[in-house]
Each structure stands twice: as structure tokens, then as C-alpha cells.
């Protein structure tokens, strides 16, 4: 799926924003969740976008630890852009292996995408709107009012991660795919 969406993603106009057939979404997650061979490069690359977000909001906890929500979200109240990367580099450390390694191809991709954002519609900012709620959620439901405050937080900083993925994730984040 990431290599589908590292190829296709920067030249697709409203990648992870417009989403693919629920009809077609369903049955494809449904064929991969019996373990059947699925040609996903068959699909709309929408088709996969969304396959992939359902796939984040189905990792529990989150892939960056709804037990470390309370961190991630105060980290954009840090100090100036290097205290706010420390901060996130040590968070990211306290994560399973398993998720780092996701991580680094996720911002892998988005940074393909932003690097092409005038083609595609898609910078930093529309690209954290889209995929920051299948990133991290609150452990507990909130008010619609705390909800909104945290999805704009959570929002910010995916932005600031997609922005300052190299920095964060080393300059080997942009060969991840190798020569696709």
C-alpha cells in the first residue's frame, strides 16, 4: 500500500482526501483480512488511501500511543522548532519498534506528496487535516468541544512532523522506496 501511495500519491490530486468507493473499500478489506491475494495497483489509488487510513485507526492505541497522547499533543507548546524535534524524537523512542518503522514510511510518503503539493493540492497542512486522526486518538471519549481543540493540536503536529521529517527521521527517510 505505502509503495502504491509513494509512487502515485504525489501526482494525485487530493490523495488521502477524496475517498475511494466505501462498496470497493469494503470488499477489499474484507478479501485482505481473510488473507487473500488483493492486486491493489488493479485499484483506484483513492481505493488504497482509504484502505490505509482504516488500517491506522485500527492499530490499537494508536500507532504513536494513545498513552502518550497527553505528550504528543503539548509538544507544539514547546519552545522553538529544535526543543519541539527533541521532544518528538524522544517520544518516538519510547514507541514499539514496530511503529517506528511505520512511522518512517509514513512520513516517508507524505514527504513525497508535499514535495509535489502544487501538482497535487496536497502540503503539510491538508496532508496532517486528512491522516492526523488515524495517527492518534484520546484514550477516552471527550466533548465534541475537547475533541475539536485535540484534533487541531493533533493536526499541528503532524504537520510539523511532515515538515520536519528529515530532521527528525535522518535524510534516509526520502530513499525509503529506493528507486521506485
Request: charged share 25%; aromatic share 8%; hydrophobic share 40%.
Amino acid at each position: 500500500m505505502l509503495s502504491l501511495l509513494y509512487q502515485e500519491g504525489p501526482s494525485t490530486e487530493g490523495i488521502f482526501r477524496r475517498s475511494g468507493s466505501a462498496k470497493t473499500c469494503k470488499e477489499l478489506k474484507e478479501k485482505l483480512d481473510s488473507g487473500a491475494e488483493v492486486d491493489l495497483a488493479c485499484e483506484s489509488i483513492f481505493v488504497t488511501a482509504s484502505l490505509f487510513k482504516d488500517f491506522l485507526r485500527n492499530i490499537p492505541g494508536s500507532i504513536l500511543s494513545s498513552q502518550l497522547c497527553d505528550k504528543w499533543v503539548s509538544v507544539m507548546d514547546q519552545g522553538n522548532n529544535e526543543e519541539k524535534i527533541r521532544s518528538i524524537q524522544r517520544l518516538i523512542e519510547q514507541l514499539p519498534r514496530a511503529n517506528v518503522v511505520l512511522l518512517r514510511y509514513i512520513f516517508g510518503v507524505l514527504h513525497g506528496i508535499e514535495m509535489r503539493s502544487e501538482e497535487n493540492q496536497m502540503n503539510a497542512f491538508n496532508l496532517a487535516i486528512c491522516i492526523a486522526p488515524s495517527l492518534l486518538w484520546p484514550p477516552t471519549s471527550s466533548s465534541p468541544d475537547l475533541e475539536s481543540e485535540f484534533t487541531k493540536k493533533i493536526s499541528s503536529l503532524v504537520q510539523f512532523l511532515t515538515e520536519n521529517c528529515c530532521r527528525i527521521f535522518g535524510d534516509e527517510i526520502t530513499s525509503l522506496f529506493g528507486e521506485i
